[in-house]
C-alpha cells in the first residue's frame, strides 16, 4: 500500500481569505505552528479561485486554482505561511493551474522553515493515502518584470499566450521588484499545451525580466515536467535553490539573465521521467543559451554561480547515467560564471559549444570539480580547471561528499549543504510503499 510520509498529523489552523475574486469558503479561524503536510490539508476548506487578482489579496489554507490566474493593476498576492496552492484539473488544452504575477503586480510569499508555503498536486491534497501524484498536475508559477533582457519589450513569455501585453516582459528597469518568495515548495508542476499550441512550455517557476529589487530564497522545486527554474533575461539574484528530479533541465538561462545565484542543488532521481531529444537523453543540470537563435547580441545571457551543487547517477552506461545528457550546457552564444562548483553523474561534466559560448574567464577555475561518465569538460574556457579536479569513469565522483546519490541508500549531501538542503523545509520523499 502506498501512503504519504506525513513529517507531522498536529492541526493545522490557518486565517481565512480575504478577496473579492475569491469564493466564500469558511468563517475565519488562527494560524497554529506546525508542519503542514497532505493528510492534514486536505481536511481543511479549499478556496477557489479564477479570474485576475486586481486588488490587495491575501491565501491561505487551501487554495484551488482554476485556469490563469494574473495578479496585476498594483494588486499584491500574500500567500501566508502553511498555505497549499494546487490546481483545478481542467479539460486538455487547457491551463492546469498556472499563477502569474504580471509586470503591474507583486507576490508576498513569505513562508518558514517549519511551514513552508507548497504548490503541489492536486492528487495529494484528496484525503486518499494511496493516491499519488504526477508531473503536470500543477501549472507553474510565473514572475514577469521590467529588468533588461536582449529580446524586444513586446516578447510573450514562453508558456502564456502569445500576443497578450499582460504577459510580455523584459524593460529598462534593472532594480524591477516583482515582491518576495521564500521557504516555498512547487511540486509535481508544469504544461504543455496541445494541438497547434504544442511546445509552448510552463516550467515550474519561470522568472522573465525580473529584476534585482526581488527576493527569492529557499525555494524547491521537485518533479517538474519541463524545467524546474527559467530564467529569461533579468537581474534577479537568488539563494537556496532545489531542484529535484526534473524532467527536463534543472536551470535553464535564457534572453540575456545577468543574475546571480547563491547556494544551488541540481538533484537527480532514477525514478523520474526524462527528455529526450532526436531519440536522446536531453536532461541537463545547466542550460544556457544567449538565445534561441545564437546570435551575439550587446547584452549576453551570463549568470555568476556561487556554490553550485549539480548530483545525477551513481553508475554510468551499466546504470542511470544514460538517461541525463550534460551536468552543465552552455551554447548559443551564452556564458556563465561559475565559483565553487561540483558537477558529477552525467555521461558529460561540463560541455561547452563552440558557437561563441564560453566558460568565463573570471570563473574561479581552481574551485571547479567535474566527473563525467564519458567526458569531464569540453569547450570554450574549460583548458583552466586543474586537470586534478577533473575525473571520468563509470562510476561518479564524491567530490568529498558523504552520499550524495539520491537513489543509493541514506542520501547525505554534506558538506556541500550550504542552503538547508536537508531541512525542515524540504521535501524529497512523497509517498512510502508499506
Not at 163 to 186: C, D, L, Q, W
Amino acid at each position: 500500500m502506498k501512503r504519504l510520509t506525513l513529517i507531522a498529523a498536529a492541526a493545522l489552523s490557518l486565517t481565512a481569505c480575504q478577496n473579492d475574486h475569491l469564493a466564500d469558503s469558511s468563517t475565519p479561524f488562527e494560524m497554529k505552528s506546525t508542519s503542514a503536510e497532505y493528510l492534514t490539508a486536505s481536511a481543511l476548506p479549499v478556496t477557489k479561485v479564477s479570474g485576475p487578482i486586481t486588488s490587495n489579496t491575501t491565501w491561505s489554507g487551501v487554495i484551488e486554482i482554476d485556469g490563469t490566474v494574473a495578479v496585476k493593476d498594483g494588486a499584491t498576492l500574500t500567500i501566508q505561511p502553511g498555505t497549499f496552492i494546487k490546481a483545478k484539473p481542467n479539460a486538455i488544452g487547457e491551463g492546469s493551474g498556472i499563477l502569474v504575477i504580471t509586470k503591474t503586480g507583486k507576490i508576498n510569499a513569505t513562508g518558514t522553515e517549519s511551514q513552508p508555503i507548497v504548490f503541489t498536486s492536486y492528487r495529494l491534497l484528496d484525503g486518499d493515502e494511496d493516491t499519488t501524484a504526477t508531473a503536470g498536475d500543477f501549472g507553474g508559477v510565473i514572475l514577469l518584470g521590467d529588468a533588461p533582457t536582449n529580446v524586444p519589450f513586446t516578447t510573450t513569455v514562453e508558456g502564456l499566450p502569445t500576443n497578450n501585453p499582460e504577459f510580455y516582459f523584459g524593460g529598462t528597469i534593472s532594480g524591477h521588484n516583482a515582491g518576495i518568495m521564500k521557504y516555498v515548495r512547487i511540486e509535481f508542476a508544469g504544461y504543455d499545451f496541445v494541438g497547434a499550441n504544442s511546445g509552448n512550455e510552463v516550467n515550474a517557476l519561470t522568472l522573465a525580466g525580473v529584476g534585482s529589487g526581488t527576493t527569492l530564497d529557499h525555494i524547491q522545486v521537485s518533479y517538474g515536467q519541463d524545467d524546474s527554474f527559467e530564467f529569461f533575461g533579468g537581474t534577479v539574484n537568488a539563494s537556496n535553490l532545489i531542484s529535484f528530479a526534473a524532467e527536463d533541465d534543472n536551470f535553464d538561462f535564457d534572453n540575456g539573465y545577468t543574475g546571480t545565484i547563491t547556494c544551488a542543488l541540481s538533484l537527480a532521481d532514477y525514478n523520474s521521467s526524462h527528455t529526450v531529444s532526436g531519440g536522446s537523453p536531453d536532461s541537463n543540470g545547466i542550460e544556457l543559451d544567449n538565445n534561441a537563435t545564437g546570435t551575439s547580441t550587446a547584452l549576453i545571457t551570463n549568470p555568476v554561480i556561487n556554490n553550485l551543487t549539480i548530483i545525477g547517477a551513481k553508475f554510468g552506461a551499466a546504470g542511470q547515467g544514460a538517461a541525463y545528457e550534460n551536468g552543465i550546457h552552455i551554447r548559443r552564444h551564452g556564458k556563465l560564471t561559475l565559483n565553487n562548483a561540483v558537477v558529477t553523474g552525467y555521461p558529460v561534466g561540463i560541455k561547452v559549444e563552440n558557437t561563441g559560448s564560453e566558460l568565463s574567464s573570471v570563473s574561479n577555475l581552481a574551485s571547479i570539480q567535474v566527473h563525467g561518465f564519458t567526458t569531464s569538460v569540453t569547450g570554450n574556457g574549460t583548458a583552466g580547471i586543474p586537470t586534478a579536479n577533473l575525473l571520468t569513469g563509470s562510476t561518479a565522483a564524491l567530490w568529498g561528499m558523504n552520499q550524495p546519490f539520491f537513489n543509493e541508500g541514506s542520501w547525505n549531501v554534506s558538506p556541500r549543504n550550504c542552503g538547508g538542503f536537508q531541512g525542515a523545509w524540504t521535501k524529497y520523499n512523497f509517498a512510502i510503499v508499506n
